[in-house]
C-alpha cells in the first residue's frame, strides 16, 4: 500500500512558476513510477510528467516539455514538479500517481495508488 499526498498548488499569473510536491508513505520500489496528471474541469484526467525511482529517467507530455520538470528525492519519499512559464491552460487539479509495475508510465490504468490532488490555477 502507498499513500500519497500533494501539497503546492495555488493561484499564479501567466509566466509564473509553482511547485508541487508528492510526499509518499509505504512501500516504494526501485522499479515504480512515480507520475503526475492532470485534469481540468470537462476533460479527462490527461498524463503530464513521470519519473522512476530508482534511476530517475524521466518522461514528458508534449504540452509540457521544456517547462516543467520532475524529480524526486528517494531519501525524502518526495516527487517534485517544477511548473515554469505557466500558461492558463495549465490550469488544473494536478495528481500525483504510484505506478508499481514499472511499465506503462503515460497510461493511467497503470497507475494504482492516487493522491487527492492540488489545484493550480493559472489566471492575471
Known amino acids: 500500500q502507498v499513500q500519497l499526498v500533494e501539497s503546492g498548488g495555488g493561484l499564479v499569473q501567466p509566466g509564473g512558476s509553482l511547485r508541487l510536491f508528492c510526499a509518499a508513505s509505504g512501500r516504494t520500489y526501485s522499479n515504480y513510477i512515480m507520475g503526475w496528471f492532470r485534469q481540468a474541469p470537462g476533460k479527462e484526467r490527461e498524463f503530464v510528467a513521470a519519473i522512476k525511482w530508482g534511476g530517475g529517467s524521466t518522461d514528458y507530455a508534449d504540452s509540457v516539455k521544456g517547462r516543467f520538470s520532475i524529480s524526486r528525492d528517494n531519501a525524502k519519499n518526495t516527487v517534485y514538479l517544477q511548473m515554469n512559464s505557466l500558461k492558463r491552460e495549465d490550469t488544473a487539479v494536478y495528481f500525483c500517481?504510484?505506478?508499481?509495475?514499472?511499465?506503462?508510465?503515460?497510461?493511467?490504468?497503470?497507475?494504482?495508488?492516487w493522491g487527492q490532488g492540488t489545484q493550480v490555477t493559472v489566471s492575471s
Open positions: 500517481a504510484s505506478n508499481p509495475l514499472g511499465v506503462g508510465g503515460r497510461s493511467r490504468d497503470a497507475y494504482v495508488y
